[in-house]
């Protein structure tokens, strides 16, 4: 079965916003095992939409469209839909009671236009919107499955998540599973590499890898009878990709984040950490604290972006410094260990490095980043080369933290049996 | 005339990535004049990159392709749109060239694949990739101007400046020119009831708003018959704009950034800034530190989590912690009279607040935050309510500590006189 993904909003068009949408709605259809050849933006405009509309149903047998289902006269997807399909417009008494109810819990009074979101094509499954005031619609015509989806993600995705996954997943035969494996420190290539021949000639399951900073992901997905069978079907592979891959796992959910994971470790063997940033200024630190419940762990850290406030807050000698300097293996670690002295922290990770675009010399070139990592005053550092904008070597280099503090953690431990790398 | 996008790659088709380039591209379109209806999304497979080509080629003149221009057997943009256009590939020497050295300069072995690279459709227009082996391709038949760009935004974006925006304006009769002007501290829809009669009818010129966290854009885009008119349709808009938004306007160039332009602020009047952050650890100071030379003025931050954190280093009184809490406006104010006085330092803020999901109640809910902003002694602390995840919490929050840094420099060097709020 095929799907195909229309995004309706001008505002796409003019490249005022990206279009995330698009990104998140084309990994589910992937994930429900549903072939997506086709993406279309295209603007508020009742006959290009009719247009691009009759062209996807002639060619896909699932449609999702996203947006154009506001109050306001600008918004005519669901108007464009009913007419393509041959469809009347009524009012859904569901729905209207639903944005009355969101007005008066908010204590606002709706405007006329406001009404115009409760009118839905007749014969069409309406879908409960739980953080706005435009339902989502699927309409079934006799060759098409069209969805329409309102289109702020914060309203999108609830909806996606709760109501359409479930339906989609009906559509085909049996059921789609998959399962997340994420690596960090290992590159795509070098991942493709090593599943070359599993990833070969397959059929069911399936492997995907996505590429992040720092991270690869794998998805495994495979269809089956039902959820035990998919499931059958997936569990050698990932035992697989564990014995290849070994320690570059750091998860096997699809919701566990790198600093997530970092924290976990953190919090299972009940250390305390802190980080103590100069290139990054506050990222790493940023990073792990976005994890929820981290304070259990992370009491404090620096940014120390002069050479005074190294030596300062520090303790980096100036001797390291003159030396040395700011931007060497020696300096890295003497950050690493007066963090964890100063903080009384059981792990420490040190940054310092030339994120540019200025600054760089022959002998040290932008993108030079130097890593340390101190557990129970055990220190490792590390060297970078890293390459592209300020910002691209600034977040190379965070991941690139998170992932030396975890294994220099595992090291620690040696909880964990390392994989070949 | 019209113009439309076709990104090309199978690993956008799976939401494997985020299509950046379409919304580059739709911006930079915008710009030069050309309407946009339509961006299409089709994997690397001629037959359907054939089908989705012709289908632009009838309804658009302008045609953008990015993706589908490297080495492997999979990339088959370049030979698509030559058999769609019925012309012939041969080897372009420069380009040849080019990339031979491309790979001596790196010290690497050239695969036989590579050279495919240098393939360019007769009578085609190269345009040269000065970061990879792709390079790009203008081919004009008697309708359409098909441009072939690199898939990778490090290789698109410098080549569409420096290539292809000369080439496009110079479709359009006179010149397009845009102004960029950047408030902060306003909402999108105030920014909108304030422009609402500048808006309404526009033609010549245009004005289009772009809302980002904490901030709205405002794009004043003309058409004239050279630079000059343009600019001179342009000017009194601007000149409006200022009257109307007054001290909310941090920039009219597009390239600052609302944390460069807080740079600038300190740089300009010699002030030194330091960062105390909580809820969220670190964020405020990696923002500033993206900003290039910015060491001048930032010499080191803090990130104090927990309350003994905010006691220790910042002086933030137990009383005071005891009778308001972490999160309140008292705490906000002497974390950022305590990282003053530690680091020495002109400016500081602080932030302190419950990003949430958990540790909310009826009377400190998620979201609620507290800013302090220490100008020279001076103190000012604003409550802010913020809603969305964590992350979008967070986001808010510094954007919000960046925007009351500006407003509390300039009231105090008032400097600029403030227009409404």
Redesign the interface.
């Known amino acids: 079965m095929t799907a195909e993904i229309i995004c309706v909003g001008t505002e ?9 949408n ?9 994930a429900s095992g549903l072939d ?8 508020d ?1 009742a006959e ?1 939409l009719a247009g ?1 509309l009759k ?1 996807a149903m002639e060619r896909s047998d699932v449609i999702l469209l996203s947006g154009g289902l506001g109050p306001t006269e600008d918004d005519l997807t669901k108007e464009t839909v009913a007419k393509v399909c041959g469809k009347k417009l009524s009012v859904d008494d569901h729905s209207m009671e639903r944005i009355a109810e969101f007005f008066a819990v908010r204590d606002i009074q709706p405007t006329e236009n406001n009404w115009k979101q409760a009118m839905v094509p007749e014969g069409a499954k309406v879908l409960d919107n739980d953080n706005g005031t435009a339902p989502g619609i699927i309409l079934e015509t006799e060759k098409n499955r069209i969805v329409l989806l309102p289109g702020p993600p ?1 309203e999108l995705i609830p909806m996606f998540e709760q109501q359409v996954i479930s339906y989609l997943d009906a559509l085909t035969p049996g059921v789609i599973c998959s399962r997340m494996v994420k690596l960090c420190g290992v590159s795509e290539s070098q991942v493709e590499d090593t599943l070359k021949d599993l990833i070969d000639g397959q059929t069911n399951p399936t492997i ?1 890898t ?2 992040k900073t720092g991270e690869v992901h794998i998805r495994v997905t495979a269809s089956g009878e039902n959820a035990k069978a998919a499931g059958k079907t997936i569990k050698p592979i990932v035992k697989e990709l564990k014995s290849r891959f070994g320690g570059d796992i750091y998860s096997t959910r699809e919701e566990t984040t790198l600093e997530m994971a970092v924290a976990d470790l953190l919090l299972a063997n009940d250390l305390t950490v802190t ?1 103590a ?1 100069s ?8 990073r ?3 994890v ?4 259990e762990c ?9 050479n ?2 190294k030596r ?2 520090l303790g980096v000698r100036k001797s390291t410094l003159d030396k040395y300097g700011a931007v060497s293996s020696k300096t890295a670690g003497e950050m690493a260990k007066g963090a964890a002295l100063l ?1 009384k922290a059981d792990v420490a990770v040190a940054v310092t490095g030339i994120a ?3 600054g760089g010399t022959e002998e040290k070139p932008v993108g030079l980043v130097y890593i340390g990592c101190c557990v129970k005053g055990e220190l490792t550092v590390k060297e970078y080369h890293f390459s ?1 904008t ?2 691209q070597i ?1 977040e190379a280099t965070t991941s690139a933290a998170l992932i030396l503090m975890r294994s220099c953690i595992l090291k620690y431990f040696s909880k964990v049996t390392f994989g070949k790398k």
Chains 1, 2 share one sequence.
């Not at 796409?12 to 995330?20: A, E, P, R």
């Not at 698009?22 to 992937?30: D, F, G, I, S, T």
């Not at 200024?281 to 940023?286: C, D, L, Y």
């Not at 929820?292 to 304070?295: A, E, L, W």
């Open positions: 796409i068009l003019l490249g005022n916003i990206v279009n995330t698009a990104a998140y709605l084309a990994e589910k259809l992937a997506c050849y086709y993406q279309t933006v295209v603007g405009n290009r691009v062209c914060a995907a996505y590429a980080t940033e290139c990054t200024g506050g990222m790493i630190a940023a792990i604290i976005n929820p419940g981290v304070s992370y009491k404090a850290g620096l940014v120390t972006y002069s005074k406030a300062k807050f903080l540019g675009p200025d592209g300020r910002s600034r």
